[in-house]
């Protein structure tokens, strides 16, 4: 471990562990730099919030963090780069605190870091923008190096507002600058932004602009520069050290800067570093010094670490966040950076390629242990070090070799990523792999090992891994397992996973279940406009059941209350009222609708789930309009795709909760509609504009997705396509294709060629569509003509001329009847025109009689079209429905109004009155007329026309009433001198001045034409307007006529030129716009005429009366309901419906495959593959040419050291000749193996043997960190482990634990006298001193250890030198399932072995160890196992199989003491064995004393298997059990 010392300058710095500090340079003081007033510009709803977080991070930060301040000054010997005088801690007088120069307290003493460095409140924190750079402003901290990591996890989480990480991306190596290939520098740029921008990984580097930091700083620019904004900032957390900033003053705000102001200076920065401009955040850690690196390597180690044991959850899953070492370049620092990582667990990514450190290691990696020696390591440093190689001292090469060694010991968290080599293409790519592999290496079950893959997959949202990775043939996942999974991705909206779940295996009607759809829901986005809907259901229950004290919980049935209000109340209830509510439910705060399961995972809610699985009527329904509502694009179409893929279920199950599927969606083209009809209505409500638009392009997307079905059907059968049209949808609440179309306004649905062409059908009833319109007029006046055969009929049955059906058939038909109520309707306006302009009398005559009676049949027929509810919507939504139609409301208001004047009229008083209002009540009845005649192909689009221009002339008349009113004021106080006749006042404002637009212009304006007879001097006369202003003598006019004429021409201007030409202007525009969609409007809305008169009695007034005395009766005599006719709503017989079902999925899969094949042909689409292929092609080419480079750089490297060999062996033999003699056959030098010519691939070769088990060596006993001590053991690599070798440089610490019972255990052992009465090789006293492997060797009074050296003399932690003898009970029994049977793995039986864990610990246990002198039983098993069955167990060990005895690789082993173990199986065979009874019941899992201090210890049952979390040597004993009895392993 390097020291963190000063040293010279110019020394390497390394952005990692083992950074050395700098010479101090000299600060010079810079003012505090004042806020930037760019905030200022902002609008004042803006500021406030921001205010208002800068006040509350003012606060938090200086009461939670701290900075470090020396407060005592002592001259150091060196002086700053300026010359000037400096403190021990590297800061001149000047920046210290006035108490600081003139101390009492520690005057006279050494300058002690601990006792004269204080934490005070930081001065340093907020935003942070670089002079001249148009970056994004950062935030940054100034924090001291004690801050707990837990505080600065909260600033970055809750106050900086920074998302929880998928990931966590520590990026060590070199700190000075270095260079990389271009090619290598831009794939580790891409490959590194791409993984934390898919991930959402946090990525921490040093910070500095230089060196590694500066090339993670740049990728991160490259990726800003050329990403939109939707894809989010990487967030790249810089952390490094306060005192060796350049230029820091400019941060330093005691309330915080927002922004502070940093100039980048590389050129004045001398020893020091300039931060990097494109990192997001920065945490400046600060110990009081200045100068001194790797202040921030403890404090950045301990907050990785902190943020690696957070757990996040998305989705109902829960993982803890993942992380990784990325390493380039790099020095001394850098390896010891790797190599705690690697001790720690932690996957380490070498870049080869990027030079030093990384190099070195990527070129051993791939070979075995044992072949990487000192000289190798010492080759390779000379190679890659060049001139820092003459600093290396042996005993640094000798550590190099032992922390490199142990790296490459644990290859599965060691990933070396090679340019071209081993299918590898992209930095990401290896990063993920490389924590897979890490994953695979944990000591978990299979099941639990892949599930936890798949969750790290899913949270990183990187489908590519999981593919490539996961869902391999080296595991079958079961569909039931990726349920948990399935739900994560829906709700975190990952629509790649939810096609890949599909794929492997996931059947939606098993994975949708009632509690399924509960969970979707619950974990809606609260900004989703759903979310608020259901809350407002939720709140209104709430207030109508007043005695419930607890907020109502979520039922699918408030779902389907919200859903109904967005697709009309002519659909029902998608979801009943479930018929008993004692089933658990997951309860709904009705504050917000977040799942909150508290310490539940998504798995154990479905195991706990499995024993009421209930499916949904219809699960691919329910999946479409969760992902629909919260207008989820991708998501809604891959379902949509996985609609009619499923098997009807059994016809006429009721619905429920908890009943069977009713009936499997196959209704592709009524889910479009519905999608579409859904996202519509959501689409009024929202707020945000971006999601509004894209609701509606949604919308219009899947009504091409059913335009795009039903003409796929109507191609093939138009008569099956037509009924598909009517077919009532139980899936979507008894609603037909075209209710939907139509509810949704889906205009060019309804517009389609065969809808039109089924609407038509309709029109004409059962005549044939090729009758002529004169045909039809000539048989209602005439009807025997209909005997005749003028008339033509669709059905056969009518073809008969004879058939008095044809009379029936004929007047049903809705053209027919549209045309009795023209001429109907014709009479009626006909009738009333004659009666108010010639024989309107006194008292009414027969004739105006005639329109009474007319009318009332009138009123009959609105009052059945308002009370006619054939879907049982209620009288309610009919009268909503009746009167949202505009033609409904003129009916009305025509009959009310003549209604009022026929009151009038009655009245003799008012009889002229009535005339008036009749009159008016006219003009309305003549406007229906527009209506009527919207069925016309040639008048309907031009009505519509008409109605939009209306809305043009709205608005124009308030843009002319404007210049009316202001000129008609004017001229009139201009004129006319108090006028107080309101009736001449509004004619002279109003109506003179709109007839002058026209042309009529007043003629006393100009004083021209002024005479006095024309007008009333003082406004006596009714008949006649005041005069205007004229002088003393009245006959001449007195106002100025200059003014009242440049009035008139600039009114005229104005409104006659330009509000007119704009009036013209709007209308064409209108036109034109509405031109392109009329013919689809008109479309739209000939439905409407069409059912109206298909549902209307065939006798026009005023003989409808008898249909309307005839209906009277039926309803309310008879109680015969009202029903809809089956040529628009029609409910098919189940086989029929299948049947026309499958049928649609057949064409509907067509129409998918169609669309592929269009999108693959379009140019756009070839480019893109074009461009896709010679990429691959290039990086095909390019790994090739690597590879044969690299291929024959191994050979020739082969061949040199034969050369070289063979040279030496020559040699030799000359020598040898030369001596005259043959020379010993022990000293001939052998020639090399010929593998490298034998093996063309010498990395298959390396391979081979890296996959060779084991070194040889004790491993474990040679970790250089001694468990729970500090003391660091002497590097000892593997050739260097025997006694017999030569090993001049070694000397290791001596170390012994003084325990309190010393009784039990040997003396210290720093002093020979008390070791000297110790006898070796014997049992001396109660203590067995001698070895299983026979005699060791006892070497100045202490014992060798007989497997080598380990690097620490003493006893370490272990209670005797010598041997230290152990006993391993190794209990177990066959695995059996539920029904008692063995369970088989691989067709070999599998066991299960009884296992401890003690407190604290990480890993279970064989319940085993050391004995008490005399005693057979270990400590530990005799913690966990009752003292009655003590002797009967001792029985048990005496009776079992001796499976093991001798060394153990024990960590706490040292060169003289060492643990020896004795393992003994004691295996039950039979389950009913009483001996295993006896022992499950005398097992407890407390034992008395541990609990009274809080300690515990469990005992378990688990299953034999290489992956079973026990320590390494239980592995070993295990392996060998299961060997013994042929089981699984």
Not at 433 to 453: I, M, P, T, V, Y
Not at 1383 to 1407: G, N, T
């Amino acid at each position: 471990m390097e020291s963190l010392d000063r040293r010279r300058p110019g020394a390497e710095q390394e952005e990692g562990f083992g950074m050395e500090a700098r010479r101090a340079t000299d600060l010079g003081m810079v003012p505090n730099l004042r806020r930037s007033n760019s905030s200022l510009s902002k609008s004042r709803r803006l500021l406030c919030p921001f205010l208002e977080k800068q006040e509350n991070l003012s606060s938090w930060i200086p009461e939670n963090i701290k900075k470090k301040e020396c407060v005592y000054f002592v001259e150091s010997s060196k002086l700053s780069d300026a010359g000037k005088v400096v403190c021990e801690c590297g800061y001149t007088h000047e920046q210290h605190l006035e108490t600081a120069i003139k101390p009492h307290t520690f005057q006279g003493k050494e300058w002690d870091p601990k006792k004269h460095v204080h934490e005070m409140p930081t001065d340093a924190f907020g935003d942070i923008v670089f002079t001249g750079l148009s970056q994004k402003a950062g935030k940054y901290v100034r924090v001291s190096q004690d801050t707990p990591s837990s505080v600065i996890y909260q600033l970055m989480t809750q106050h900086w507002g920074l998302d929880v990480p998928n990931l966590l991306i520590s990026v060590t190596g070199g700190a000075k600058n270095f260079n990389m290939k271009l090619r290598l520098k831009s794939i580790f740029r891409r490959g590194l932004v791409k993984v934390a921008q898919t991930t959402g990984a946090w990525i921490i580097t040093g910070g500095s602009h230089t060196g590694v930091m500066k090339q993670v700083g740049e990728a991160v620019r490259d990726f800003s520069l050329s990403s939109s904004c939707k894809e989010g900032d990487v967030i790249t957390i810089g952390v490094a050290t306060w005192g060796t900033i350049h230029n820091r003053e400019g941060l330093v705000h005691p309330t915080g800067g927002f922004p502070a102001e940093y100039m980048l200076d590389e050129e004045g920065q001398g020893n020091l570093t300039c931060l990097d401009p494109n990192h997001s955040h920065f945490i400046l850690v600060d110990d009081g010094t200045h100068g001194q690196y790797g202040v921030e390597i403890p404090l950045r180690t301990k907050l990785e670490k902190f943020i690696s044991e957070q757990t996040k959850e998305r989705g109902g899953v829960a993982i803890k966040i993942p992380i990784v070492c990325v390493v380039l370049e790099g020095g001394p620092g850098t390896l010891h950076t790797i190599y705690n990582a690697i001790t720690n667990g932690t996957p380490c990514v070498i870049v080869e390629g990027s030079g030093r450190v990384a190099d070195v290691i990527a070129q051993v990696a791939a070979l075995p242990v044992s072949e990487i020696t000192i000289s190798l390591i010492q080759q390779k440093l000379s190679m890659f070090f060049q001139e820092m190689f003459e600093t290396f001292t042996e005993s640094r090469i000798v550590e190099w070799t032992k922390k490199i060694q142990d790296i490459v010991r644990r290859r599965q968290l060691l990933t070396v990523f090679r340019e071209g080599k081993d299918g590898q293409q992209d930095v990401d790519v290896a990063i993920l792999q490389a924590l897979l592999k890490a994953s695979r290496s944990q000591d978990q079950s299979g099941h639990e090992n892949w599930d936890h893959q798949l969750k790290l997959a899913v949270a990183w949202n990187r489908v590519d891994i999981a593919r490539s990775e996961i869902f391999t043939d080296e595991w079958q996942w079961k569909p039931a397992d990726l349920h948990p999974m399935m739900t994560a991705a829906l709700i975190s909206n990952k629509p790649e996973f939810v096609r890949l779940f599909l794929e492997n295996g996931v059947r939606l009607k098993e994975f949708v279940t009632w509690d399924t759809l509960l969970c979707l829901y619950e974990n809606l986005e609260p900004s989703c406009l759903f979310h608020s809907k259901l809350q407002k259901v939720l709140a209104e229950e709430h207030e109508r059941v007043a005695y419930a004290s607890a907020a109502p919980r979520l039922h699918m049935h408030h779902v389907a209350q919200v859903l109904r209000e967005l697709l009309g109340d002519s659909t029902q209830l998608l979801y009943p009222r479930p018929r008993y509510s004692d089933r658990p439910r997951l309860s709904l705060p009705m504050a917000h609708i977040k799942l909150n399961v508290q310490g539940v995972s998504l798995r154990s809610f479905y195991k706990r789930s499995t024993d009421h699985v209930t499916f949904t009527i219809d699960p691919v329904r329910d999946l479409l309009i969760w992902a629909i509502i919260q207008n989820r694009r991708e998501l809604a179409g891959i379902i949509w795709a996985q609609l009619s893929r499923y098997r009807v279920g059994k016809p006429g199950d009721a619905p429920g909760p908890h009943s069977a599927p009713v009936s499997q969606s196959q209704d592709c083209i009524a889910a479009a509609l519905a999608c579409s009809k859904i996202l519509k209505e959501l689409s009024k409500e929202e707020e945000d504009t971006d999601s509004s638009e894209e609701m509606l392009a949604l919308a219009d997307e899947f009504e091409h997705r059913a335009i795009g079905v039903f003409t796929e059907c109507y191609r093939k059968d138009e008569e099956r396509a037509q009924k598909l049209l009517v077919r009532v949808s139980e899936a979507w609440g008894k609603a037909t294709c075209l209710q939907l179309a139509l509810e949704a306004k889906d205009m060019k649905f309804v517009s389609h060629g065969g809808i039109q062409a089924f609407l038509t059908k309709v029109w004409w009833g059962q005549l044939c569509v090729d009758n002529s319109l004169w045909q039809i007029i000539l048989c209602m006046l005439a009807f025997p003509l209909l005997f005749t055969g003028l008339i033509s009929f669709r059905e056969k049955r009518l073809q008969p001329l004879c058939r008095p059906a044809r009379v029936r058939a004929f007047f049903n038909a809705p053209v027919v009847i549209f045309h009795l109520n023209i001429l109907s309707y014709f009479a009626f306006l006909c009738l009333f025109a004659y009666v108010l302009m010639v024989d309107f009398q006194p008292s009414p005559s027969w004739c105006e009689y005639l329109i009474y009676l007319w009318l009332f049949s009138l009123v009959c027929e609105e009052t059945r079209q308002l009370f006619y509810d054939p879907d049982g919507c209620g009288l309610k939504k009919m009268a909503s429905l009746y009167f949202s139609d505009f033609w409904n409301k003129l009916d009305v208001g025509a009959i009310l109004l003549f209604i009022v004047g026929l009151t009038c009229r009655l009245i003799p008083v008012t009889l002229y009155p009535g005339r008036i209002i009749l009159s008016l009540d006219f003009i309305m009845f003549c406007l229906r007329l527009m209506h009527i005649f919207t069925i016309s192909k040639t008048l309907g689009p031009k009505i519509i026309i008409v109605k939009r221009m209306m809305k043009d002339v709205f608005f124009f008349l308030f843009l002319l009433a404007v210049w009316v009113v202001s000129f008609g004021v004017a001229k009139q106080a201009i004129l006319i001198h108090n006028e107080s006749r309101v009736d001449w006042i509004f004619r002279g404002v109003v109506y003179h001045s709109y007839l002058t637009i026209f042309g009529q212009i007043p003629t006393y304006i100009d004083g021209v034409n002024f005479s006095m007879d024309q007008c009333s001097p003082n406004g006596t006369d009714p008949y006649k307007p005041k005069c205007p202003e004229s002088d003393w003598t009245g006959q001449t006019p007195a106002f100025p006529e200059w003014l009242t004429v440049t009035l008139l021409c600039l009114y005229l201007l104005f409104a006659n030129i330009l509000l007119l030409n704009l009036l013209i202007a709007m209308f064409n525009y209108t036109f034109q716009e509405v031109q392109e969609h009329t013919d689809q409007i008109w479309k739209f809305q000939r439905h409407d005429l069409i059912e109206e008169y298909h549902g209307r009695p065939p006798a026009p007034p005023p003989f409808i009366l008898l249909s309307h005395l005839q209906l009277l009766i039926k309803r309310i005599v008879l109680k015969i309901p009202a029903k809809r006719h089956k040529q628009l709503k029609n409910k098919l017989e189940k086989n029929e419906e299948a049947a026309l079902l499958s049928w649609e999925l057949y064409l509907k899969e067509n129409y998918l495959q169609n669309q592929q094949h269009q999108h693959k042909q379009r140019p756009e689409q070839k480019i893109h593959d074009i461009s896709e292929k010679v990429d691959t092609m290039v990086g095909l080419l390019d790994m090739d040419r690597v590879k044969r480079s690299g291929s024959m750089e191994q050979r020739l490297v082969s061949l040199e050291e034969q050369v070289a060999q063979t040279a030496r062996a020559l040699q030799w033999i000359v020598t040898t000749l030369k001596d005259s003699g043959l020379g010993s056959e022990a000293g001939v030098l052998t020639l090399a193996s010929q593998r490298a010519f034998d093996e063309p691939d010498a990395e298959l070769s390396i391979r081979r043997k890296a996959e060779e088990p084991g070194d040889g060596y004790h491993v474990n006993a040679r970790h250089l960190l001694y468990p729970n001590a500090r003391i660091m053991r002497f590097p000892v690599p593997n050739e260097k482990v025997p006694w017999e070798a030569e090993f001049l440089i070694y000397d290791p610490p001596f170390y012994t634990v003084e325990k309190k019972d010393v009784a039990l255990t040997d003396p210290v052992g720093d002093t020979a006298e008390p070791l000297s009465k110790i006898s070796y090789n014997v049992v001396d006293g109660p203590t067995d001193r001698r070895s299983f492997h026979g005699a060791y060797v006892v070497q100045y009074g202490l014992p060798l250890n007989p497997m080598g050296r380990t690097g620490l003399r003493g006893r370490g932690s272990l209670s005797w030198f010598g041997p230290n003898h152990t006993l391993q009970p190794v209990v177990t029994r066959w695995k059996r399932n539920q029904g008692g049977a063995i369970c088989r793995k691989s067709v070999r039986k599998m066991l299960e072995v009884l296992v401890m864990k003690l407190p604290h610990s990480e890993h279970w246990a064989l319940p085993g160890g050391s004995r008490e002198p005399g005693e057979m039983l270990p400590r530990k098993l005799k913690r966990v196992l009752r003292q009655d069955f003590w002797v009967p167990f001792e029985t048990l060990l005496v009776q079992g199989t001796e499976v093991y005895k001798g060394y153990v690789d024990d960590p706490r082993n040292t060169d003289n003491a060492w643990i020896e173990t004795v393992a003994v199986s004691i295996h039950f065979q039979g389950q009913n064995d009483v001996e295993l009874k006896r022992l499950e019941e005398n097992l407890h899992t407390h034992d008395p004393k541990a609990s009274s201090c809080g300690l515990q210890t469990s005992t378990e049952w688990q299953v034999v298997d290489r992956r079973i979390p026990v320590y390494a040597n239980h592995k070993t004993i295990l392996q060998k059990v299961a060997s013994l009895f042929g089981a699984h392993f």
